[in-house]
């Protein structure tokens, strides 16, 4: 059994207002790097033991800052939406036919949902060795695709599951297919939310 935790990285700069931003290798805002320390005290605090992580930076620099075994898999990247990143969807051109049908269909030089879920699940695979703990902090598509997978659900049902920024999931995963879902959108960290709400 490996404990497979996903978390989805902080908030990145250019994302607001919904804006498609895929490949693009924008970094961390200013308020994600500021809950960064307490997010990365309570994983610390998990056993993890080794991370896995994609290229872009919103990922790739709070995965090395752990300070744990890392490997950075650029298969693990955020799906890509081609020409239409950085470009708010309401100034999108043809946005509507692919939102009517996500999963199969690509935006131009870009890449479909399945495609982004398929080399996530291929790639997830090959890494995971042994049973240490492991972490895989990405992005919102890859995450949706590996939790469907083990979960069971189709890729259209992976597009229905919320994934907040710094939301976290755990699975306990028995083999290639099947996985125990301990928790979904656990939100860190969690001292964060507690000072908030007192």
């Not at 490949?23 to 309570?42: F, H, I, M, S, Y």
């Not at 790639?123 to 992005?139: K, R």
């Amino acid at each position: 059994m490996i404990p497979l935790y996903l978390l989805r990285h902080g908030p990145a700069t250019g994302t607001e207002g919904g804006t498609p931003v895929g490949r693009l290798d924008t970094p961390l805002t200013d308020a994600a790097w500021g809950t960064w320390p307490a997010v990365k005290q309570e994983l610390l605090a998990l056993g993890i033991q080794r991370v896995l992580t994609s290229d872009l930076r919103r990922a790739k620099e709070p995965a090395l800052d752990l300070g744990l075994p890392c490997l950075v898999l650029p298969d693990l990247a955020e799906q890509s939406f081609g020409e239409w990143e950085g470009q708010p969807w309401s100034e999108i051109r043809g946005a509507d036919a692919f939102l009517a049908s996500p999963v199969l269909t690509a935006p131009p030089g870009g890449e479909s949902f399945a495609h982004c879920a398929s080399r996530t699940l291929l790639i997830l695979q090959g890494a995971l060795d042994g049973e240490a703990p492991t972490l895989v902090l990405g992005h919102g598509g890859p995450l949706r695709a590996i939790l469907a997978h083990f979960m069971g659900l189709s890729l259209e049902r992976a597009l229905d599951l919320a994934w907040p920024h710094h939301g976290l999931t755990r699975l306990d995963v028995h083999g290639s297919n099947r996985a125990i879902l301990r928790y979904h959108n656990r939100s860190m960290p969690l001292s964060g939310i507690r000072a908030r709400t007192s």
